[in-house]
């Protein structure tokens, strides 16, 4: 058997693994020692391949595909800093927990560390940002190693899935010639609807005398709160909400907690939390006996405030399998559970005895109050805040928004009311990062899902090369640009003080026209000033096929005092009545 031989089978018997692992999409960044790996997925009528140029934008790109599906997605590179433009997304994936399988192509090991092109130490790359590291063996063909790729294959799905998704990296050294030979016989190897290593993964609950023991912690405690972080179970909703309901308690649900927006009952969830807490007074007056809290941390500080000056409040973080997502340091009690079978547990247990009226009725009303000034008014000249509420008035139901960092994440935990439209929130709130962001938004895209990506200039700029995957693939996808013409989030900071620095370091505006690169990438723009044009340029996108972006111009300064007066009108009136 020749080289090429070998070569052939031994990929091939890898990627038809993946694809009876459950693998569907692959997202190859093209180059030359990655040929192996690129072809046979390309060859692979079970997988679907996405070219994507940048490797930075491709890693990014696929973490999109990854979120939106909730399945781990493929992604390949040739060797050497190929391999390093990988790292941002792989980090992201890692915090937030998202599934992808990272196959790097690398110089045979009589190259490495011989002065050979394109070649730099690829072994554990990652570091501990993977779940699991594998150096593949060079190419074999015999049963044997045809086994052993099929083994990897099938472990790097599973490692990918089990317990807390995340990254897996795979290493493969491929020695010269690169070619193939598809017209092999049974080139993919021995066909089975089986994968290699089928896996069972049973149901993980609390055993009941943990449940009561938790149930004794709460007795005689009336004031508890349930908080809802990032978290993308969508179905998680309602039986949480349902949870509230059976005892009395209201929900702070973060914005990415997928509790806002569905058909589940909202009367317990509390979306004007973070404007409610920003109060040192309203936090103190609003001391809880316990929280019980699902999802990560939540994306408002004013939250994390309330939490730290409540440290003797009992706090109950539930986790599907594990980690320790609780940065305030206060004392905290862990539960290792799937959720669902714990609010079930919880459901069955509750009695009308652990219903306070009062306290869900306080919450109820300051969290009408805040609504009402939020939502109050409308300016001549469209703000941020009125761009996220009127993109949620026109949003199509049945769609995804992806959410970019800094003060686009802000601006939806504030002025994302409650909705009965199927509205899936995604966001990179892992590293919080704002790179890769029009890479992620055009990844979502990809199911065919109505897709709209709110995002800051400064997010825009960082990733437009993202944009090529718009022309090259004609996704569907609309990006609400609010474009203050730098980093507007600065401006509520401490840092907006220091005038002889502040726009150089923090401010850091680019000045450039945003439209001329989206004319570029074959895209459509409109700039609107008020937020009924607003309203129907996003209607009007989506019915538009391809690449469309609405832009809001708006000026740092004036964007934080806004947002200001509304935040002291809300703690004024709030006072007031607690008086």
Same mark, same amino acid.
């Given at each position: 058997?020749?080289?090429?031989?070998?070569?052939?089978?031994?990929?091939?018997?890898?990627? &038809?693994?993946?694809?009876?692992?459950?693998?569907?999409?692959?997202?190859?960044?093209?180059?030359?020692?990655?040929?192996?790996?690129?072809?046979?997925?390309?060859?692979?009528?079970?997988?679907?391949?996405?070219?994507?140029?940048?490797?930075?934008?491709?890693?990014?790109?696929?973490?999109?595909?990854?979120?939106?599906?909730?399945?781990?997605?493929?992604?390949?590179?040739?060797?050497?800093?190929?391999?390093?433009?990988?790292?941002?997304?792989?980090?992201?994936?890692?915090?937030?927990?998202?599934?992808?399988?990272?196959?790097?192509?690398?110089?045979?090991?009589?190259?490495?560390?011989?002065?050979?092109?394109?070649?730099?130490?690829?072994?554990?790359?990652?570091?501990?940002?993977?779940?699991?590291?594998?150096?593949?063996?060079?190419?074999?063909?015999?049963?044997?190693?045809?086994?052993?790729?099929?083994?990897?294959?099938?472990?790097?799905?599973?490692?990918?899935?089990?317990?807390?998704?995340?990254?897996?990296?795979?290493?493969?050294?491929?020695?010269?010639?690169?070619?193939?030979?598809?017209?092999?016989?049974?080139?993919?190897?021995?066909?089975?609807?089986?994968?290699?290593?089928?896996?069972?993964?049973?149901?993980?609950?609390?055993?009941?005398?943990?449940?009561?023991?938790?149930?004794?912690?709460?007795?005689?405690?009336?004031?508890?709160?349930?908080?809802?972080?990032?978290?993308?179970?969508?179905?998680?909703?309602?039986?949480?909400?349902?949870?509230?309901?059976?005892?009395?308690?209201?929900?702070?649900?973060?914005?990415?907690?997928?509790?806002?927006?569905?058909?589940?009952?909202?009367?317990?969830?509390?979306?004007?939390?973070?404007?409610?807490?920003?109060?040192?007074?309203?936090?103190?007056?609003?001391?809880? &006996?316990?929280?019980?809290?699902?999802?990560?941390?939540?994306?408002?500080?004013?939250?994390?405030?309330?939490?730290?000056?409540?440290?003797?409040?009992?706090?109950?973080?539930?986790?599907?399998?594990?980690?320790?997502?609780?940065?305030?340091?206060?004392?905290?009690?862990?539960?290792?559970?799937?959720?669902?079978?714990?609010?079930?547990?919880?459901?069955?247990?509750?009695?009308?005895?652990?219903?306070?009226?009062?306290?869900?009725?306080?919450?109820?009303?300051?969290?009408?109050?805040?609504?009402?000034?939020?939502?109050?008014?409308?300016?001549?000249?469209?703000?941020?805040?009125?761009?996220?509420?009127?993109?949620?008035?026109?949003?199509?139901?049945?769609?995804?928004?992806?959410?970019?960092?800094?003060?686009?994440?802000?601006?939806?935990?504030?002025?994302?009311?409650?909705?009965?439209?199927?509205?899936?929130?995604?966001?990179?709130?892992?590293?919080?990062?704002? &790179?890769?962001?029009?890479?992620?938004?055009?990844?979502?895209?990809?199911?065919?899902?109505?897709?709209?990506?709110?995002?800051?200039?400064?997010?825009?700029?960082?990733?437009?090369?993202?944009?090529?995957?718009?022309?090259?693939?004609?996704?569907?996808?609309?990006?609400?640009?609010?474009?203050?013409?730098?980093?507007?989030?600065?401006?509520?900071?401490?840092?907006?003080?220091?005038?002889?620095?502040?726009?150089?370091?923090?401010?850091?505006?680019?000045?450039?026209?945003?439209?001329?690169?989206?004319?570029?990438?074959?895209?459509?723009?409109?700039?609107?000033?008020?937020?009924?044009?607003?309203?129907?340029?996003?209607?009007?996108?989506?019915?538009?096929?391809?690449?469309?972006?609405?832009?809001?111009?708006?000026?740092?300064?004036?964007?934080?005092?806004?947002?200001?007066?509304?935040?002291?009108?809300?703690?004024?009136?709030?006072?007031?009545?607690?008086?």
């Amino acid at each position: 058997m020749d080289h090429i031989e070998v070569l052939t089978r031994y990929t091939a018997n890898f990627i &038809d693994e993946l694809t009876k692992s459950g693998i569907t999409d692959a997202v190859i960044s093209p180059g030359s020692r990655s040929t192996p790996l690129a072809l046979t997925i390309a060859e692979h009528e079970q997988i679907k391949s996405w070219i994507i140029l940048d490797e930075r934008s491709a890693a990014f790109f696929a973490l999109g595909i990854a979120k939106a599906t909730k399945r781990p997605v493929a992604l390949v590179c040739t060797s050497g800093t190929a391999a390093a433009n990988y790292f941002p997304a792989i980090v992201e994936a890692h915090y937030s927990r998202v599934p992808l399988i990272v196959l790097t192509a690398d110089r045979p090991h009589e190259l490495r560390d011989v002065g050979a092109p394109q070649a730099i130490e690829q072994i554990k790359l990652y570091g501990d940002y993977v779940k699991w590291f594998h150096e593949m063996a060079l190419p074999e063909a015999t049963p044997t190693m045809l086994g052993y790729v099929r083994s990897k294959a099938a472990r790097a799905v599973y490692e990918a899935w089990e317990g807390n998704h995340g990254p897996v990296h795979l290493n493969f050294p491929f020695r010269e010639p690169l070619h193939t030979d598809f017209s092999l016989e049974n080139v993919w190897g021995v066909q089975s609807e089986r994968s290699h290593h089928p896996t069972f993964v049973g149901e993980k609950r609390l055993p009941e005398k943990h449940t009561n023991q938790i149930l004794d912690h709460w007795r005689n405690k009336h004031k508890g709160l349930i908080v809802c972080g990032p978290q993308v179970d969508e179905a998680l909703a309602a039986v949480i909400t349902k949870l509230a309901a059976a005892w009395g308690l209201p929900i702070l649900a973060d914005p990415l907690s997928q509790l806002r927006a569905g058909d589940h009952d909202k009367t317990h969830v509390i979306e004007g939390y973070d404007a409610i807490l920003r109060s040192e007074v309203i936090r103190e007056s609003l001391k809880p &006996d316990f929280i019980l809290r699902f999802g990560a941390m939540p994306v408002s500080k004013a939250y994390l405030f309330y939490a730290k000056e409540h440290k003797d409040a009992m706090q109950f973080i539930v986790e599907n399998h594990a980690g320790y997502r609780e940065p305030t340091g206060n004392a905290s009690e862990f539960i290792f559970a799937d959720p669902m079978l714990l609010c079930e547990e919880l459901i069955s247990k509750s009695t009308t005895s652990h219903v306070h009226n009062e306290w869900l009725k306080t919450w109820q009303e300051m969290n009408n109050v805040a609504k009402r000034h939020l939502l109050s008014g409308v300016e001549t000249q469209i703000t941020e805040g009125e761009a996220v509420s009127g993109l949620m008035e026109v949003i199509p139901d049945n769609s995804n928004l992806y959410v970019g960092n800094s003060m686009a994440v802000r601006d939806v935990d504030t002025f994302f009311m409650t909705t009965e439209k199927r509205i899936s929130i995604l966001a990179n709130r892992g590293a919080n990062g704002i &790179d890769g962001m029009v890479s992620s938004g055009l990844g979502a895209a990809t199911p065919g899902r109505p897709t709209t990506l709110l995002l800051g200039d400064l997010s825009f700029f960082h990733d437009m090369n993202g944009l090529l995957a718009a022309k090259h693939y004609k996704l569907n996808l609309t990006i609400l640009l609010i474009n203050n013409n730098g980093g507007g989030i600065f401006s509520f900071l401490g840092q907006a003080n220091d005038p002889k620095h502040f726009e150089a370091l923090f401010g850091t505006p680019v000045d450039i026209e945003l439209g001329q690169a989206v004319s570029m990438y074959g895209g459509s723009h409109q700039i609107v000033t008020n937020k009924s044009e607003l309203k129907h340029a996003l209607s009007a996108s989506y019915g538009q096929q391809g690449l469309s972006v609405v832009e809001v111009q708006t000026e740092r300064r004036a964007n934080a005092d806004w947002h200001r007066e509304k935040w002291q009108a809300i703690e004024q009136e709030l006072l007031i009545k607690g008086e």
